[in-house]
């Protein structure tokens, strides 16, 4: 988070609104108009509307619909939303995630939100897309454990579903790859553009003072070297534990600790992680890859101790924290 090193959050809950797409993005845009001219030379960029995303609003329905369809697990349990709810920041709050068979998962499951603006999937960047994360997760053993092949066979009873991708793609119907890309577009519908976007895009009033000071304490310590770009992160690897060792001192190393070398088999790679969106953190405890961190006022501290080598003084981290809440967005579902 505050170095150009590699940070790690989790997540909690998010206010939802729901509303039809290009309203939505009518609203966010109407929120700023009294802005005078979005700022220059930032080293964050505001997210883009989702009517310049350009998505089918019929894909995105359908892959809502599937999003929540609890078929796509072997013993038909668990469906995407169980372990990325809305209404929990797009995560589900645990240290670690349930899966099929109510198998507990190795590593704090990323929120969904926004998702659609990292340029790697998973804590290890394993998928260089939505449409492949979506097929590593269906294939998961401890997350859904299906396959396609039986997934197929299962949907295909169901013809209003057939019938409906039929509309929706009407050269592929219902296909592995129709399903991927029908639930990555609606992955990438879920942005959560925020007040410190409004401030982006000209807002003068839009953050409150100590909201300000901690954005120039952000820059001023270097956080910005990791968590920059639409998604104050997510687009880059980096390792966890430079400066101090964060593993020696929670105890033991697990197979997922390892981040990036499981992908690579480069040593160099050991600990080494994609760096986290900070986007809507003060709502998404537990924090880093392992899920160990109660608190953000905890995060922060371990960000110092174990990226930096220093302290925060009380006061800066006070308005650092008070600068993360303002990155709290809400999300436009889109509606028939």
């Given at each position: 988070?505050?170095?150009?090193?590699d940070?790690?959050?989790?997540?909690?809950?998010?206010p939802?609104?729901?509303?039809?797409?290009?309203?939505?993005s009518?609203?966010?845009?109407?929120?700023?108009s009294?802005?005078?001219e979005?700022?220059?030379?930032?080293?964050?960029?505001?997210?883009?509307?989702?009517?310049?995303?350009?998505?089918?609003?019929?894909?995105i329905?359908?892959?809502?619909r599937?999003?929540?369809?609890?078929?796509?697990?072997?013993?038909?349990?668990?469906?995407?939303?169980?372990?990325?709810?809305?209404?929990?920041?797009g995560?589900?709050?645990?240290?670690n995630?349930?899966g099929?068979?109510?198998?507990?998962?190795?590593?704090?499951?990323p929120?969904?939100?926004?998702?659609?603006?990292?340029?790697?999937?998973?804590?290890?960047?394993?998928s260089?897309s939505?449409?492949?994360?979506?097929?590593?997760?269906?294939?998961?053993?401890?997350?859904?454990?299906?396959?396609?092949?039986d997934?197929?066979?299962?949907l295909?009873?169901?013809?209003?579903?057939?019938a409906?991708?039929?509309?929706?793609?009407?050269?592929?119907?219902?296909?592995a790859?129709?399903?991927?890309?029908?639930?990555?577009s609606y992955?990438?519908?879920l942005?959560?553009?925020?007040?410190?976007?409004?401030?982006l895009?000209g807002?003068?009033?839009?953050?409150?003072e100590?909201?300000?000071?901690?954005y120039?304490?952000?820059?001023?310590?270097?956080?910005?070297a990791?968590?920059?770009?639409?998604?104050?992160?997510?687009?880059m690897?980096?390792?966890?534990?430079?400066?101090?060792?964060?593993?020696?001192?929670?105890?033991?190393?697990?197979?997922?600790?390892?981040?990036?070398?499981?992908?690579?088999?480069q040593?160099?790679?050991?600990?080494?992680?994609?760096v986290?969106?900070?986007r809507?953190?003060?709502?998404?405890?537990p924090?880093?890859?392992?899920g160990?961190?109660?608190?953000?006022d905890?995060?922060?501290?371990?960000?110092?101790?174990?990226?930096?080598?220093?302290?925060?003084?009380?006061t800066?981290?006070?308005?650092?924290?008070?600068?993360?809440?303002?990155?709290?967005?809400?999300?436009?579902?889109?509606?028939?």
């Amino acid at each position: 988070m505050f170095t150009p090193l590699d940070c790690g959050w989790g997540r909690q809950r998010l206010p939802i609104f729901s509303a039809h797409l290009l309203l939505g993005s009518m609203f966010f845009a109407a929120s700023v108009s009294v802005a005078a001219e979005p700022l220059v030379g930032e080293p964050i960029s505001p997210l883009p509307s989702l009517e310049s995303l350009q998505l089918d609003p019929k894909k995105i329905k359908l892959g809502e619909r599937l999003f929540q369809d609890t078929r796509f697990s072997k013993d038909n349990s668990t469906a995407c939303i169980s372990c990325h709810s809305l209404s929990k920041g797009g995560a589900d709050g645990r240290k670690n995630s349930i899966g099929v068979r109510q198998q507990v998962g190795v590593i704090n499951a990323p929120s969904i939100f926004n998702s659609g603006m990292n340029f790697r999937q998973f804590w290890d960047g394993r998928s260089d897309s939505l449409e492949d994360q979506v097929d590593k997760v269906v294939h998961d053993a401890r997350e859904l454990d299906m396959n396609w092949g039986d997934l197929l066979t299962i949907l295909s009873t169901d013809a209003a579903l057939v019938a409906e991708f039929k509309a929706v793609y009407p050269q592929e119907g219902l296909q592995a790859t129709s399903i991927q890309n029908a639930l990555a577009s609606y992955q990438r519908s879920l942005l959560t553009p925020s007040r410190f976007d409004r401030y982006l895009l000209g807002d003068a009033k839009a953050l409150e003072e100590d909201e300000l000071k901690g954005y120039q304490l952000f820059k001023d310590y270097g956080c910005v070297a990791c968590h920059q770009g639409v998604n104050i992160g997510g687009n880059m690897f980096q390792k966890f534990g430079v400066m101090d060792d964060y593993f020696a001192k929670r105890g033991g190393v697990s197979t997922a600790d390892l981040g990036r070398f499981n992908v690579t088999q480069q040593e160099a790679d050991k600990h080494v992680f994609k760096v986290p969106s900070l986007r809507n953190v003060a709502l998404t405890a537990p924090y880093f890859h392992d899920g160990m961190t109660d608190t953000l006022d905890a995060a922060v501290d371990v960000m110092f101790r174990h990226q930096l080598g220093r302290t925060a003084s009380a006061t800066d981290k006070r308005l650092i924290v008070k600068f993360l809440t303002s990155l709290s967005g809400e999300t436009t579902e889109v509606k028939p």
